[in-house]
C-alpha cells in the first residue's frame, strides 16, 4: 500500500475517533451523547489487572529459567574441573 493511502487511511481513523470523543463528551450533560470515555475507562480497569498479572507471570517465569540456567552452567564449570 502505498505511504499516502496509509496517511489517508490513518487521519480518517483519527477523525472517527475524535468524532467518538466529542460525542461522548460534549453531549453527555444533555444526556444524548453514548458516554465513550466512561465506556473506555470501564474497559481500562477490567483489562489492566489481567494483563499485570500475565505481565508479572511472563517475568517471574523468565527470571525462574535464568536461576535454572546459571545453576546448570556452574555445574557444568564443576564437571570440567
Known sequence: MNAAV???VGLIVLVAGLGLLANGVLFEVSGIGTFWLQNFIITLTGIIPPFLI????????????EIKAE?????EEKKKK
Do not use: C, T
Not at 545453576?71 to 555445574?75: D, G, I, P, W
Open 6 to 8: 496509509k496517511v489517508i
Open 54 to 65: 500475565m505481565i508479572g507471570l511472563f517475568i517471574v517465569w523468565l527470571e525462574l529459567d
Open 71 to 75: 545453576k546448570e552452567l556452574k555445574a
